[in-house]
């Protein structure tokens, strides 16, 4: 059943204001759990980097490189996001992205070497790329413009949940089974949650489509179409772009190095035990899921009680993100192991809310029906931080003289980098002022 119909069949959905909020939330929910699904891929790789390194022979620059080759696909991906949107319905769109993700992670299992292990990650990256933006499109056509902060923590927070519930489990799998086995795990669970998709998904009122545009009565889309449509390169050229796109790149760079590395990082440069250092990958995601989750729902009742957009979507986020920085550039002064776990967990916490809040103020900037291609190309520039960090930090370790010394100059370096985003993000953005200026350059060329 294609979107057309099933907005045919939930008359409840076709005007903003009027739809069931358990169905809203319910929905977001099925959504999360893609992303869970999501990150719990991207995040196996640093699970079963040392039994694998240890099989195939591999270095630390070769599993650095593996994990920058995907974040180098997930960008190019990401860049999709915006053209599927208008290909396919988004109920179609990522179950295509599901189903390819759960295929993507077997050819390691039945052919072991360093060349597949590239071509599978590669393959991917690409598919993950504009999930991103179409989970988000699909969230928050279930929730208005003011209150989807708390909405998009969600989504965020599936990287925590990935880290806290799915990596001790993918660990204890990995070191009980096998790392093939973590792999047909993965790809068991990705096919679970299409039979899921497919039977529950409807897309809510606050977002529109040409296609759906054609269906739903005139007065539930009047506001969409008094909105026309705004050049692309004038959005992406506003200050808030820019400076968001650099702010999240520099967070974004320490979730792909923490994805990729921090395991390794617990065990062979801190002397954790393998099954301890998949179990500790949790600690720095609690803290990030906690911060995430009660920032972003304060926020959402600040603005909702008349505080400005930028207070609550650009000077929060950016304080948090030098905060962040601040703990990460201490890292390699620290000489106890757990307070270097510690430290990591609590400065990788304070750069978490950055990106719900960050993707929500973007969202701004954009009529509702270009939301997908706006935060396609927003993540995806996101995503060049996740290109950098992962082969960097392998570059580092195999340098450095031991390999815990060079993880904590990449932890540095990843700090100073944040810190100057987050300043330049505190001196740029401004949704409000750009939204103002991109709406106003319009009508007047109109």
């Known amino acids: 059943?294609?979107?057309?119909?099933?907005?045919?069949?939930?008359?409840?959905?076709?005007?903003?204001?009027?739809?069931?909020?358990?169905?809203a939330w319910s929905l977001t929910g099925v959504l999360v759990m893609l992303y869970v699904i999501n990150y719990a891929d991207k995040a196996v790789l640093g699970i079963i980097a040392q039994p694998l390194a240890k099989e195939l022979g591999l270095n630390a620059s070769q599993i650095g490189l593996i994990?920058?080759?995907?974040?180098?696909?997930?960008?190019?991906?990401?860049?999709f996001a915006g053209l599927l949107n208008r290909w396919m319905s988004l109920r179609w769109a990522l179950l295509l992205l599901a189903?390819?993700?759960?295929?993507?992670?077997?050819p390691l299992v039945?052919?072991?070497?360093?060349?597949?292990?590239?071509?599978s990650r590669m393959l991917l990256g690409l598919a993950e790329g504009p999930s991103s933006a179409l989970i988000h499109t699909g969230v928050y056509s279930w929730h208005p413009v003011a209150k989807r902060g708390f909405p998009g923590a969600l989504i965020a927070s599936a990287a925590s949940i990935a880290k806290i519930a799915i990596a001790p489990a993918l660990a204890l799998i990995t070191v009980t089974l096998g790392w093939r086995a973590a792999?047909?795990?993965?790809?068991?669970?990705?096919?679970?949650?299409?039979?899921?998709?497919?039977?529950?998904?409807?897309?809510?009122?606050?977002?529109?489509?040409?296609?759906?545009?054609?269906?739903?009565s005139e007065g539930a889309n009047e506001a969409f179409e008094t909105?026309?449509?705004?050049?692309?390169?004038?959005?992406?050229?506003t200050r808030t772009f820019i400076a968001g796109a650099l702010l999240v790149m520099s967070v974004y760079a320490l979730v792909a190095m923490?994805?990729?590395?921090?395991?390794?990082?617990?065990?062979?440069?801190?002397?954790?035990?393998?099954?301890?250092?998949?179990?500790?990958?949790?600690?720095?995601?609690?803290?990030?899921?906690?911060?995430?989750?009660?920032?972003t729902a304060v926020c959402d009742r600040l603005l909702s009680r008349g505080s400005s957009v930028r207070l609550v979507r650009v000077i929060v986020p950016a304080v948090g993100v030098l905060i962040c920085g601040v703990a990460l550039i201490s890292v390699p002064y620290i000489g106890s192991p757990a307070a270097a776990v510690l430290i990591i967990s609590v400065g990788y916490g304070f750069g978490g809310p950055a990106l719900p809040l960050l993707n929500a103020a973007i969202s701004e900037l954009c009529p509702p029906r270009q939301t997908a291609g706006t935060l396609g190309v927003f993540l995806a520039l996101m995503a060049v931080g996740g290109l950098i960090a992962p082969y960097a930090t392998g570059l580092l370790v195999d340098?450095?003289?031991?390999?815990?010394?060079?993880?904590?100059?990449?932890?540095?370096?990843?700090?100073?980098?944040?810190?100057?985003?987050?300043?330049?993000?505190l001196f740029w953005a401004d949704p409000e002022r750009d939204k103002r200026l991109v709406r106003g350059e319009v009508a007047a060329a109109a």
């Open 1 to 23: 059943m294609n979107s057309v119909a099933l907005v045919g069949k939930n008359k409840e959905n076709t005007r903003p204001g009027s739809e069931s909020r358990v169905r």
């Open 67 to 79: 994990g920058s080759l995907f974040f180098l696909m997930f960008t190019i991906g990401g860049f």
């Open 99 to 106: 189903l390819v993700w759960s295929v993507a992670v077997l």
């Open 110 to 119: 039945l052919v072991a070497s360093f060349a597949v292990l590239i071509g």
């Open 183 to 216: 792999m047909v795990a993965l790809s068991i669970a990705g096919v679970l949650w299409c039979v899921l998709w497919l039977t529950t998904w409807s897309e809510g009122p606050y977002l529109t489509n040409r296609k759906r545009d054609q269906t739903v």
């Open 227 to 237: 909105e026309p449509d705004v050049p692309w390169l004038r959005i992406f050229r």
């Open 258 to 295: 923490v994805l990729t590395w921090l395991p390794s990082y617990f065990e062979v440069g801190l002397g954790y035990t393998r099954l301890q250092a998949g179990s500790m990958f949790a600690f720095p995601s609690i803290s990030a899921l906690v911060l995430m989750l009660g920032t």
């Open 399 to 425: 340098a450095a003289s031991t390999p815990a010394e060079g993880y904590a100059t990449a932890f540095q370096a990843l700090g100073l980098v944040a810190a100057a985003s987050a300043v330049l993000a």
